[in-house]
Nanobody, 115 residues
Framework: QVQPVESGGGLVQPGGSLRLSCAAS????????VNWYRQAPGKQRELVAA???????NYASSVEGRFTISRENAKNTVYLQMNSLKPEDTAVYHC?????????WGQGTQVTVSS
């Protein structure tokens, strides 16, 4: 069983930075694809960034060059470093862990970008 837990959200001014963490238990975590999604009020859920078990990364065009996803398998943790934040980045950010047919979601962490 893998239960992702997100942390690191909060209120930040435009242009600021935050680092989100997704920690999960379970030996399969290091072999899993991990995605960060976000959902803003009234909008569809959006895939923000992904990292494979081998470390290959992928980003939405809206965050390319500003966000960096990374993983530390020894700590069963995936990070999302978010720089140059914009008001449109405001959303609840969810961690999603996938291994084969198994699909696990965290409860999310709120990120608010506002002056």
């Amino acid at each position: 069983q893998v239960q992702p837990v997100e942390s690191g959200g909060g209120l930040v001014q435009p242009g600021g930075s935050l680092r989100l963490s997704c920690a999960a238990s379970g030996s399969i975590f290091r072999f899993s694809l991990v995605n960060w999604y976000r959902q803003a009020p009234g909008k569809q859920r959006e895939l923000v960034a992904a990292i494979t078990s081998g470390g290959t990364t992928n980003y939405a065009s809206s965050v390319e060059g500003r966000f960096t996803i990374s993983r530390e398998n020894a700590k069963n943790t995936v990070y999302l470093q978010m720089n140059s934040l914009k008001p449109e980045d405001t959303a609840v950010y969810h961690c999603n862990v996938r291994y084969g047919l198994m699909d696990y979601w965290g409860q999310g962490t709120q990120v608010t970008v506002s002056s």
